[in-house]
């Protein structure tokens, strides 16, 4: 085999081997297809500007292999000095501009139309959804059903051969109806990203962004986290099943009725025993505070403090109650007093005082949290 013959056969097979991967065929060779109207006039203007550029760079290439090989000097081309004398030579000057101004106007009028769009506020939305980045997980808010979707991403012993594109509970859509998302994040910056669907704003901190879709086609749609947020960045994907607005209904309510019958056995006076909230309590641990502690509870020396043989979780139980609840403002520790209920924080405490070898045998119970909370 010769050695550019080689040189194609690698190159061959190790695009191949890239294409035939499930996980980047989607990408293979151009952005994934829109199903909403506006990520549509974004992909359309990423054609025509793609065009563009292609034409000018095969004409300007093409001219320039032309004028190199037929003026060459072997030939005796000499340069021509009284170029600018002729009218060519005057006019091309203001004609060249002229073209690649008419060019811009192009692309940037269809551009104004979409980013109209973007700012327009002024319709009605069917469904408002808060979308917070934290470090490293997307939590969504359905903000006119009090429904909260905390969504973490899979192991790759679950996710198979869509390992960091695969969460355990993506956000659930409608087709067919204006949907308005809130951006916001936690701790640091972030950026929600699901390009077939909607187009990008960052989540900052204290501030919000709003952008709008109306996804008109069912299916299963990913994206990632696109701003840089630190050691977890790659790990917080995005997973959005958009299905029919009936199939949405149904979710919806039986979402909302295992969030009632949830807040209804968490305000009960009930005393729960020791497994049933360690059980309880290693589900919510491992939901939203390994991502900084670690399912392992050795944290990250440094950065997150271990639990495991920590002096506050095996420690004096209101110090650790304290901190659960109320966080501990200018760290990275929140407030989870706020998001979870007495019950779920009960559970979570309990865990973490018998996991790990923590063997405190201590059990808190949510009327403990109660308390704690007055
Ligand atoms: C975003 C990262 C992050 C998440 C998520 C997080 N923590 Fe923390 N946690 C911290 C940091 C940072 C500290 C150290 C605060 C300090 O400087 O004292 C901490 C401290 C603690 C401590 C005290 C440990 C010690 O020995 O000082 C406990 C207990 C604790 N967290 C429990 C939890 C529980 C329970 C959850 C989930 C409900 C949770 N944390 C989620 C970052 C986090
Ligand atoms: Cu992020």
């Not at 139309?113 to 359905?142: C, F, N, R």
Request: aromatic share 10%.
């Amino acid at each position: 085999m010769s050695k550019s013959r080689m040189i194609l056969a690698i190159t061959a097979s190790l695009m191949l081997g890239l294409f035939a991967n499930p996980a980047v065929a989607d990408y293979a060779l151009n952005f994934p297809e829109p199903v909403a109207p506006l990520p549509q006039q974004m992909y359309d203007l990423h054609m025509l500007t793609t065009k563009i550029a292609t034409i000018i760079m095969v004409v300007v290439i093409g001219f320039v292999a032309y004028v190199l090989f037929t003026f060459r000097k072997s030939k005796g081309y000499e340069a021509d000095q009284n170029f600018h004398k002729g009218a060519f030579g005057t006019w091309s000057w203001m004609l060249v501009p002229v073209i690649v101004l008419g060019i811009d106007l192009t692309i940037a009028g269809s551009a104004t139309s979409a980013l109209e769009e973007v700012e327009d506020y002024s319709k009605k939305a069917d469904l408002t959804v808060k979308v917070i980045g934290s470090q490293w997980k997307w939590t969504y808010e359905y903000m006119d059903d009090g429904i909260r979707i905390v969504s973490n991403m899979l192991p790759k012993e679950k996710a198979g051969d869509n390992y960091l594109r695969a969460v355990d509970n993506p956000l659930v859509l409608p087709t067919n109806r204006r949907i308005r998302f809130l951006h916001t994040a936690s701790d640091v910056l972030h950026a929600w990203w699901v390009p077939q669907i909607v187009y990008k704003k960052d989540s900052i901190p204290g501030y919000i962004n709003e952008t709008w879709t109306n996804i008109e086609k069912e299916g299963t749609y990913r994206g990632q986290c696109a701003e840089i947020c630190g050691t977890g960045h790659a790990f917080m994907p995005i997973v959005v099943e958009a299905v029919s607005p009936e199939k949405f209904e149904a979710w919806k309510a039986e979402k909302l009725q295992v969030a009632q019958a949830a807040a209804a056995e968490a305000s009960a006076d009930k005393t729960w025993s020791k497994d049933e909230l360690y059980s309880r309590g290693e589900g919510i641990y491992n939901t939203n505070c390994s991502g900084c502690h670690q399912v392992s509870g050795k944290g990250m020396p440094g950065v997150f403090p271990a639990l495991a043989g920590s002096k506050i979780a095996t420690g004096d139980i209101a110090a650790h109650i304290n901190i659960v609840l109320n966080g501990k403002s200018g760290t990275a520790m929140a407030a989870w007093g706020a998001q979870l209920n007495n019950l779920e924080i009960a559970a979570v405490i309990t865990y973490e005082r018998n996991a790990w070898g923590n063997n405190t045998g201590d059990v808190v119970q949510p009327a403990d949290i109660k308390s704690a909370r007055q």
